[in-house]
């Protein structure tokens, strides 16, 4: 099983949303060990509600951050937030109806932690010098 870790490449210049990147890299790990090892639906169901609204408190408080700083990827930030609700909704019935299937699996680790470190290191990043630029 593939895990990610944090690490200072994905720094955002916001010490509250890098400690929030690091939170939802452990509970996406915690979720991805959870299916992978079989644990009981109802962990798993309890991981899934845990992450998913983590992920959207989370990004609220990114994009509040983005339009503080005038940050120029801010829109881009949101459209790509909006995806991921998107694609977490779509796994979280697809588990809600067959449970944790290998299939299902492969395509949580693919897809959301690959768009997660991607995400943090392409766009979040870029509000690192917007931040830094309007620190008093």
């Known amino acids: 099983m593939q895990t990610i870790s944090w690490d200072p490449s ?3 210049g916001v010490e509250s949303l890098d400690n929030q990147h ?3 890299i452990t509970w996406l790990n915690d979720l991805l060990s959870a299916m992978s090892f079989g644990r009981g ?3 798993v169901a309890g ?3 845990k992450l998913g609204g983590y992920a959207v408190m989370h990004f609220g408080n990114e994009e509040e ?3 503080k700083y005038n940050c120029p990827v801010a829109a881009k930030n949101a459209a790509a937030h909006l995806d991921f609700v998107a694609t977490f909704t ?4 697809e588990f809600d109806r067959t449970g944790a299937t290998a299939h299902l699996v492969v395509r949580v ?3 959301l932690m690959r768009w997660l470190t991607s995400h943090i290191r392409g766009i979040d ?3 690192a010098p917007c931040a830094k630029g309007n620190a008093s």
């Open 47 to 49: 991981l899934l509600d």
């Open 109 to 111: 680790e693919g897809e």
């Open 90 to 93: 779509t796994f979280r019935e």
């Open 41 to 43: 639906r109802n962990e």
């Open 10 to 12: 994905m720094t955002t």
């Open 22 to 24: 690091k939170q939802l």
């Open 65 to 67: 951050c983005m339009t």
């Open 125 to 127: 990043t870029q509000l």
